[in-house]
């Protein structure tokens, strides 16, 4: 998994204060205690992008757009560097400009572009579902068709790994994926799974679920509240093997890099030191941005088993699939591996039936729909919960589908390909402008622009505080690093009345959608509180309530053994490279209006004037 440009990234690392691959080691994971001078000019800058030691205490007293994108530049002299992806954006996602809807609620990877899909009969895909053994399918292959073979070069470079070592198989979405590594793991052999996440994730559910159902034993990590970063002793006392005599064979460590929800980097030694001590190493990519796996620390900590997704179009109903790598030199750990229903082939689609699509019809009636639905707002775009990416395609297809073999469909499917290509003009060149933009960017430019948005954004949350306070009771809370050179592109975070009360997430994710403003909610898990603050204490009531409604007939020791995990809804916000400085000012914008103590009734009101209708908001 070598990457051609580590010399070029490791270089801009040290001159843009790009965060280093190996920051934070197991052993001694813990805040900043020295700064280096780049790090502390990066913090001093994020400070002066807004104003000095700003305090806003109304909305109407916000900066407008153009001094707070002043101040940016001013601030970050390097972002005017990234304009780049201004052009790309206005060019072919241009539907994010004339919607006026600022999205903040997906991540992942688009295959293609808006105005791919509008303007071409650039070929799109869907998904044959099969039943087949996963290790067969590492080792042999089996029936794949020209279009899929194409789609895995393009992916297999775009995440910057080779075929030599690894091998590639799709997945229905990013949860299947997940569950055919677990169903397909020897966990009768590997009993053990160790999983670092800050959150609640419907695909690593999935995996626990399956090492469960085979008596296998289920870890987590630990975070502390509220920066969230792991408390590397307990991780470390789980990961190491004590056994002096051999090497035990311990299970799979599934491991992020960084956190989805609050944007939490860890370390990469965390795989090594995984190895070592005779884990195999699942990596989930779906964390993170375009070009990250292009860092330092992938060519050197090579995981066993990886998992990313990929989907169509950023702002289409989500649809795509999943991506399962498993390095060559450790297939013969699946073996013993079942017949796995969430494997799937792609096929190019068309207006043909499901099973024999080529790309052009489909494309071309899908155009006025998509066109229709960009014309009012901006079409739903996917979730930053990637786990929703649940495909939407048809899984059952016609009869006739039903009594042909894969092989046949295929047969025939290059029939089709063959004469309606010669009959309608259709390329077979397939452009894949999504990931082509991504690499056209590169991995510093992209890091560099996100980091100064992101920044930006967390210093702007955190300059909002509620009037007539002597302390400045703040108006948002942030879980999770606060202004860092080295934290990824999301923030997870609430916001709380002038009283101190909680504003319910799904609340604020509703009136941020009537302010044309898409965010998503998450849940924080595997918290540990440290210093009782107002807000622990009043989450640890609730976690005693949640254990005395579940006492019951419960033994002591079957209460021990079950004790509830309490959830912690947040407010997430995702930045990606498309994502622009307008974007971020208008979020910042609408969080402030919380300041105003009658917001939310006016919006009440608001709304019923608008729709003559009571709706519960």
């Keep these: 998994m070598s990457s051609p440009c580590i010399k070029e990234v490791s270089e801009a690392c040290f001159r843009r204060c790009c965060p280093t691959p190996m920051l934070g080691l197991p052993e001694k994971q813990s805040p900043e205690q020295t700064l280096s001078p780049a790090r502390y000019d990066f913090i001093a800058a994020t400070a002066f992008s807004l104003q000095p030691n700003a305090q806003f205490t109304n909305h109407e007293s916000l900066p407008d757009l153009d001094r707070s994108d002043s101040s940016l530049k001013k601030a970050y002299p390097n972002y005017m560097e990234t304009n780049q992806a201004e052009k790309i ?39 044959i579902y099969k039943s087949v053994n996963l290790y067969t399918q590492l080792t042999h292959g089996g029936p794949e068709h020209q279009f899929e073979t194409v789609i895995k070069e393009r992916i297999f470079r775009f995440m910057n790994i080779s075929s030599d070592d690894y091998s590639l198989v799709f997945t229905a979405n990013q949860s299947s994926a997940f569950k055919v590594l677990a169903d397909n793991y020897p966990f009768h052999t590997y009993k053990n799974l160790l999983a670092v996440y800050d959150h609640d994730s419907e695909a690593v559910d999935t995996m626990i679920d399956s090492c469960r159902k085979r008596s296998g034993r289920v870890d987590s990590a630990v975070f502390s509240w509220p920066n969230m970063r792991i408390q590397s002793k307990r991780l470390r006392k789980l990961v190491v093997n004590k056994s002096k005599k051999k090497k035990k ?48 620390g992938l060519s050197l900590f090579q995981p066993d088993f990886l998992l990313c997704s990929f989907y169509k179009i950023f702002g289409e109903n989500p649809s795509g699939f999943g991506c399962l790598f498993v390095k060559k030199s450790r297939s013969s750990v699946l073996k013993n591996s079942v017949t796995s229903t969430g494997l799937v082939n792609i096929v190019q689609a068309s207006s043909r039936p499901l099973f024999l699509q080529q790309s052009g019809s489909i494309g071309r009636n899908k155009e006025k729909g998509v066109a229709m639905a960009a014309s009012s707002s901006l079409i739903s775009s996917p979730s930053s919960n990637h786990e929703a990416f649940e495909i939407q395609e048809v899984k059952e297809c016609s009869e006739e589908k039903k009594e042909l073999s894969f092989s046949e469909v295929l047969r025939r499917d290059r029939f089709f390909d063959t004469a309606e290509a010669s009959s309608s ?71 709380f ?81 498309l994502t622009n400085f307008e974007d971020v000012y208008r979020l910042w914008a609408f969080v402030s209006r919380f300041l105003d103590a009658d917001f939310v009734e006016k919006e009440r009101w608001r709304y019923m004037a608008l729709n003559q209708t009571t709706v519960e908001v």
């Excluded at 992942?108 to 509008?118: A, E, I, P």
């Excluded at 967390?458 to 505080?465: D, E, M, R």
């Excluded at 007539?468 to 934290?487: A, M, N, Q, T, W």
């Excluded at 998450?522 to 005395?548: G, M, P, Q, T, Y």
């Design 497 to 577: 009345d002038w009283k101190g009360a909680k504003v319910e997430p799904t609340l604020v994710q509703k009136l941020a959608d009537r302010h044309n403003i898409s965010l998503s909610n998450a849940a924080l898990r595997h918290v540990c509180f440290v210093d009782k603050s107002s807000e622990e204490r009043e989450i640890l009531i609730e976690v005693k309530s949640i254990e005395n409604d579940s006492d019951g007939q419960n033994s002591p020791s079957t209460k021990k053994k079950e004790k509830p995990q309490v959830a912690i809804p947040v407010i997430m916000v995702t930045l990606g490279f």
């Design 89 to 127: 954006r206005d060019q072919e996602y241009y539907q994010l400009n004339l919607s006026n809807h600022v999205c903040l609620d997906y991540i992942g990877h688009g295959l293609f572009s808006y105005s791919q899909q509008l303007h071409s009969n650039a070929p799109f895909f869907n998904i």
């Design 425 to 495: 003009g259709i390329s077979s060149d397939i452009e894949f402008r999504g990931l082509d933009h991504a690499d056209s960017l590169g991995l510093v430019l992209i890091s560099s622009r996100v980091r100064y948005l992101v920044n930006w954004l967390v210093n702007a949350l955190g300059s909002l505080k509620h009037p007539h306070s002597e302390e400045g009771v703040p108006l948002v809370r942030i879980y999770g690093p606060k202004v860092r050179v080295d934290r990824g592109p999301v923030v997870a975070f609430n916001v």
């Design 249 to 296: 064979k311990r299970g799979l460590f599934v491991f992020p890099l960084q956190s989805k929800v609050t944007g939490m980097r860890y370390s990469y030694l965390w795989m090594s030191l995984a190895q070592e001590n005779g884990w195999h190493v699942c990596l989930d990519a779906n964390a993170l941005g375009a070009k990250d796996m292009e860092t330092l």
